[in-house]
């Protein structure tokens, strides 16, 4: 595996992706309507799915610290596997990471005010298809799920496979409660139940291969 200064390079790509990826991005904060309350999505336990979701991203995404501050840990973290050709694992880990920066970049741009931690409606709620929206519903969940893996993979830690399962099922359990809302809603349901045939949860959809 890589070590030393090495290890501490593919920390500066990860980190400098994901600066270059929220500068580009740039989240906006939730534009302010005194007409009513955003509507949420009244699943059990919902501050506490937020909280374990921001942690398990957080845990994931502060890990290349080890590689900054002190290369040489890394390698002898009991949680560390070092294998024949393991070099090749860990720079397709850093190019899963730059891809999901990239992507986290993109859906925020496109989001705008609209990008939100908690799963609501707002009153001057769109269903947006710009950038990776116009054929995926849920690119910042995939982003999450790729970021997750390729830290993993780039520091070779066995410990992020908890915060990357943990991130994959909360991903499937958001998405499916925001697109309960959105279909819900009187003004957006139609709407967003024809995006939904159009567009894949976390990867592009299919084409269907034409009827004989």
Known sequence: MFTGGALSILSVAIYAGLVVALAYGRPKPPRRTASSEPRREPFRHAG???GI??????????????G???????????????????EAVQIVGVA????????????FRALGSFAT????????????????????????????ILLTAGIALAFLATILIVPFVVVLLLAEI???????????????????????????????????????
């Open 53 to 66: 979701w921001l942690a398990a991203i957080g845990i994931a995404v502060l890990y290349p610290l080890l």
């Open 117 to 144: 931690v908690d799963i609501a409606v707002r009153p001057d709620h769109e269903v947006v298809r710009a950038g990776p929206y116009r054929a995926i519903r849920h690119p910042m969940y995939t982003a999450n």
């Open 68 to 86: 900054l501050i002190d290369p040489a840990i890394v390698p002898g973290l009991p949680w560390t596997v070092s294998f024949f050709g393991s």
């Open 174 to 212: 958001r998405a499916r409660a925001e697109e309960r809302l959105f279909l819900a809603d009187p003004r957006l349901g139609a709407e967003y139940a024809a995006y939904e045939r159009r567009t894949g949860r976390f990867l592009p959809r299919r084409p269907r291969a034409p009827s004989p």
């Open 96 to 107: 899963l990471a730059l891809t999901a920066a990239a992507l986290l970049g993109t859906a």
């Open 48 to 50: 506490l799915a937020e």
